[in-house]
Antibody, heavy 120, light 107 residues
Framework: VQLVESGGGLVQPGGSLRLSCAAS????????MIWVRQAPGKGLEWVAN????????YYVDSVKGRFTISRDNAKNSLYLQMNSLRAEDTAVYYC??????????????WGQGTLVTVSS | SYELTQPPSVSVSPGQTASITCSGD??????TCWYQQRPGQSPVLVIY???KRPSGIPERFSGSNSGNTATLTISGTQALDEADYYC??????????FGGGTKLSVL
């Protein structure tokens, strides 16, 4: 299993950024996928998750209306469109895979993360 | 909003047993997972559905969950177990919450 994030960088407050996560070595279309972030020196925070076919997506309250999670199963790719960025969105963003379990799955594979810095 | 509370730090001597707690309202009614994150690395799942270990995770890692508290137990703690540990639960079928993390020091 391999997950490789890209698209992070420095952006001004109010700006936009699109993160990508390239998946390989597993059947991407079978899995729910998730974005988790970690502010510098802080803990993990769930950001969003998306159903296998992309028909359902869920968000933490702090990003609702600003972030959009999506996927392209043909390209084995997960995305996070981030608009109206704020300083408090500064973090390393990880994509991760939900386990194929019936109830309350854990996240069994993680990418290396991509750093997003929101600053003027 | 639902919160999970962990102690900021736990210390243990090599070879001894470390216990890291995670508290939340009626947490025992939910499944809990645990993640290990070494400095500069991505998180690794060590326990899911309260007590199960993914393949490749040593048997010295175990979990329990009852009442308002879930516990990660590391038996025979080794120096390489020194890391941050995070609990995680599903608040609803689609809403995830993480605990604040516990730094485990092996002294």
């Amino acid at each position: 299993v391999q997950l490789v994030e890209s698209g992070g960088g420095l952006v001004q407050p109010g700006g936009s950024l699109r993160l990508s996560c390239a998946a390989s070595e597993f059947t991407f279309s079978l899995y729910w996928m998730i974005w988790v972030r970690q502010a510098p020196g802080k803990g993990l925070e769930w950001v969003a998750n998306i159903k296998q076919d992309g028909s359902e997506g869920y968000y933490v309250d702090s990003v609702k209306g600003r972030f959009t999670i999506s996927r392209d199963n043909a390209k084995n790719s997960l995305y996070l469109q981030m608009n109206s960025l704020r300083a408090e969105d500064t973090a390393v963003y990880y994509c991760a895979r939900e386990m194929l379990t019936a109830a309350a799955p854990g996240f069994d594979s993680w990418g290396q993360g991509t750093l997003v810095t929101v600053s003027s | 909003s639902y919160e999970l509370t962990q102690p900021p730090s736990v210390s243990v001597s090599p070879g001894q047993t470390a216990s890291i707690t995670c508290s939340g309202d009626k947490l025992g009614d939910k499944y809990t997972c645990w993640y290990q994150q070494r400095p500069g690395q991505s998180p690794v799942l060590v326990i899911y559905q309260d007590t199960k270990r993914p393949s490749g995770i040593p048997e010295r890692f175990s979990g329990s969950n009852s009442g308002n508290t879930a516990t990660l137990t590391i038996s025979g703690t080794q120096a390489l177990d020194e890391a941050d540990y995070y609990c995680q639960a599903w608040v609803t079928n689609s809403y995830v919450v993480f605990g604040g993390g516990t730094k485990l020091s092996v002294l």
